[in-house]
């Protein structure tokens, strides 16, 4: 037999190469099917919370379409995989896409949460991002050591802000006046900071938060302890923003839930997960809101100087002395 009368296929079917992709068909078998549980589960069962962390959708989509293409010959297995693959993909972008209507006026705020990433990126790289968004306030973790010396980085690198520095990495930036900042230590090394900001004689409370990356260390506690300080503060305009290091629809968040809606649910347009770049899968940098407050657009912005996208918000908090009309507090389908 000539070489040119070999099928191509032929090189797939040896012994050797058989049994390897049946090795790979199992193993990535049970990694979707136990993905997929931990999905429909969430992380209520502590055991399963870091496998519910490790198997976003997208990536239990990449598995399915893996094993559609091992089991291409077997037409029955292909198309079932294929089907599979559809449902994954369609539950992610219902999942994970949004495209509410911008709602925004030009005197709304713009607020920004950002993960900077340790500054990893350069100083150079982080300050002339946030120079871009030209926010009114800017919230920040993983920003830099709490010194003077990196106070005056942030000045000379994003001009026009008061320059907060909130312990633990955390970092504010105004175009206004900020009051005192109050200390919330939470378990496992989580935390939050609450401060009172005005921008444009519109006053709002912000609390910022850095929930504990540790994939095997639970959430719980520390998110309690955070819907616990929030619940405390529904009297008056609330926003949280943070890296909560837990993904938007974890069964954790529904304490906060409570009394404050996921802003990119609400007003979102586009996609939602937010690390980590360049091909984000997670959506764990959030920002939340209460009904003294309207969130009026949201969007997840790109950039190159971290591995978490920006989030960006236009509200608008009440102005002195008028409230927030009922019709605004309802949710917008």
């Excluded at 429909?40 to 293409?69: C, H, K, Q």
């Excluded at 790289?125 to 946030?130: C, D, K, N």
Aim: glycine residues 8%; hydrophobic residues 40%; positive net charge.
């Amino acid at each position: 037999m000539t070489f040119a009368a070999l099928k191509p296929r032929s090189y797939l079917r040896t012994p050797a190469l058989i049994q390897i992709r049946a090795w790979a068909g199992t193993i990535v078998t049970w990694l979707v099917a136990i993905g997929v549980f931990a999905r429909l589960s969430r992380d209520e069962l502590p055991w399963l919370a870091t496998i519910y962390y490790a198997t976003p959708l997208p990536l239990l989509a990449m598995g399915a379409v893996l094993l559609m293409g091992i089991h291409w010959e077997k037409k029955p297995r292909r198309y079932r995989w294929m089907f599979c693959a559809g449902l994954l993909i369609l539950a992610n972008l219902t999942e994970d896409w949004r495209g509410r209507p911008d709602r925004s006026h030009r005197d709304d705020l713009k607020v920004v949460f950002w993960n900077a990433c340790r500054i990893n990126h350069g100083w150079e790289s982080v300050t002339a991002e946030a120079r871009s968004w030209d926010a009114d306030v800017i919230a920040l973790v993983e920003a830099g050591r709490g010194t003077e010396r990196n106070r005056e980085r942030w000045r000379d690198g994003v001009p026009g802000y008061t320059v907060n520095l909130l312990g633990g990495g955390l970092m504010l930036l105004v175009r206004g006046e900020s009051g005192e900042s109050t200390v919330h230590e939470f378990s496992n090394n989580s935390r939050a900071r609450q401060i009172r900001v005005t921008v444009d004689g519109r006053s709002m409370t912000l609390v910022i938060v850095d929930i504990d990356a540790n994939p095997f260390s639970s959430r719980r506690e520390a998110l309690a302890q955070l819907a616990e300080v929030a619940d405390g503060l529904t009297h008056e305009p609330v926003l949280i923003l943070g890296d909560f290091n837990t993904p938007a629809d974890s069964a954790l968040l529904r304490p906060l839930r409570t009394n404050y809606r996921l802003a990119f649910d609400e007003a979102g347009q586009g996609y939602r997960s937010t690390w980590p770049i360049p091909f984000p899968v997670l959506s764990i940098d959030q920002a939340w809101f209460n009904s003294q407050i309207e969130v009026t657009a949201c969007q997840h912005l790109w950039t190159g100087a971290s591995d978490h996208r920006p989030v960006s918000l236009k509200v608008r908090p009440p102005r002195p002395g008028v409230a927030i009309s009922p019709a605004s507090k309802q949710p917008k389908g």
